[in-house]
């Protein structure tokens, strides 16, 4: 064990300050990485988790939101030719004003409640939702691989809706409760679970539903294709000929490269881009100065035994050696700390409804930036070092 390391573990106390300072410099930036990110998985989650291989968007998309994604329909013949394919089927959706309804004894402990003066005591909700859209048929290429055939079959009911868990509160209803989409009366037919959207609750329908209810896309433009080939593995080879196929008229990408274009267009955002390179800058301000102060008064306090080194014939530059190479174990400690307090936080949000995720690319930077915060802290301590004379020793 080199004298670093020991001296880190066996002095713990003098570097506690700069490892949790790192701790929260790190999480400043994973915090709000994994929030940024995670709604734009809440957006995605019913694609990410459907049969699709495949997903095929309009020539000029860069990700599935930012840019026109739609293509015209007169395409899906097209891909649907190439003999690997076994499925294809356009996204759809819409968007509307939701109201719970309430029974006659609910609507009257609410204006009891109201008439207290208890807050909220009108009992009504009014949301604006988004809709998606699956084919309810088991098996098929839009529907997610975590529905069970009774939550299929319950959707293939007429003006049926599913509701993910973390919105039943807002939106005011339960498994089996009617409401109002856009005037006209829906079911609450089943509940999802791990398909958070904070910003707009989701209703997914089937599309014999969203027909019925005047909203089905019958034009000429559709939207994204979901796609389902016969071997995955070849998903790759298979896209890239779909690509040399269309001859421009699309883009077909694989849904992992879709994945990753989408947590990319979020991140790319101009406002979240500023959001996120203030922390960065904040939480490299707050841990060099912490860690640096930190760092110079725990050398301080053990100046006599950089001193006694010095006085055994150890050179100026394998003491600096060691104060870089103990900054190091420190930056080690802060990024660990940092993880641990990540996913704490995660827990606590996916408790609230609130969805995190986190870029394994994104991890390792701020790993390494937090690295770097301590090995800079180091360098700026080694002026102390000065102070380690022998014949300080004597006195």
């Not at 609910?106 to 909700?125: H, L, M, S, V, W």
């Not at 949301?127 to 299929?152: Q, W």
């Not at 306090?301 to 190479?325: T, W, Y």
Request: no cysteine; glycine share 10%.
């Amino acid at each position: 064990m080199s004298l670093a390391l020991a001296t880190l573990l066996y002095e713990w106390r003098r570097y506690m300050a700069a490892v949790v300072a790192l701790a929260f410099s790190g999480l400043l930036v994973l915090a709000q990485v994994g929030i940024f990110v995670g709604i734009g998985k809440g957006f995605t989650a019913q694609i990410d988790r459907a049969r699709a291989d495949i997903m095929v968007l309009g020539p000029g998309a860069k990700a599935l939101f930012g840019g026109p994604s739609g293509l015209p329909r007169r395409m899906i013949p097209l891909v649907y030719s190439h003999p690997e394919v076994l499925q294809v089927a356009p996204l759809d959706g819409s968007g509307g004003r939701f109201q719970n309804i309430l029974s006659p004894e609910e609507q009257a402990k609410a204006d009891a409640r109201a008439k207290q003066g208890a807050k909220g005591g009108g009992g009504r909700k009014s949301e604006f939702v988004n809709v998606t859209v699956i084919d309810a048929i088991p098996g098929f290429v839009t529907v997610p691989t975590d529905y069970t055939l009774s939550m299929v079959e319950a959707l293939r009911q007429p003006y049926a809706v599913a509701v993910d868990q973390t919105a039943l509160k807002r939106l005011g209803v339960k498994k089996g409760d009617k409401a109002l989409y856009n005037g006209k009366t829906i079911t609450i037919g089943v509940i999802t679970h791990g398909y958070p959207n904070i910003i707009q609750p989701t209703l997914v329908m089937s599309r014999d539903t969203l027909r019925m209810l005047g909203e089905a896309d019958t034009g000429q433009r559709v939207g994204p294709l979901m796609v389902q080939i016969r071997d995955p593995a070849r998903a790759e080879i298979v896209a890239a000929q779909l690509n040399k196929k269309g001859d421009g008229k699309f883009r077909a990408w694989t849904r992992q490269e879709l994945a990753d274009a989408n947590s990319g267009a979020m991140l790319d955002d101009q406002i979240i881009g500023i959001i996120l390179g203030f922390s960065a800058f904040l939480g490299l301000l707050i841990g060099v100065v912490i860690t640096w102060q930190t760092l110079r008064g725990a050398i301080m306090a053990n100046i006599k035994e950089f001193a006694s080194l010095r006085a055994l014939g150890v050179s100026m530059g394998d003491l600096r050696n060691i104060v870089i190479e103990l900054s190091f174990w420190v930056g080690i400690v802060g990024v660990i700390a940092s993880a641990v307090l990540t996913w704490l936080v995660s827990l606590a949000a996916t408790a609230g409804g609130v969805p995190m995720s986190f870029p394994p690319v994104l991890i390792a930077v701020v790993a390494a930036f937090l690295i770097v915060i301590a090995m800079v802290s180091g360098f700026l301590s080694l002026g102390v070092l000065k102070n380690s004379q022998p014949a300080d020793l004597l006195r």
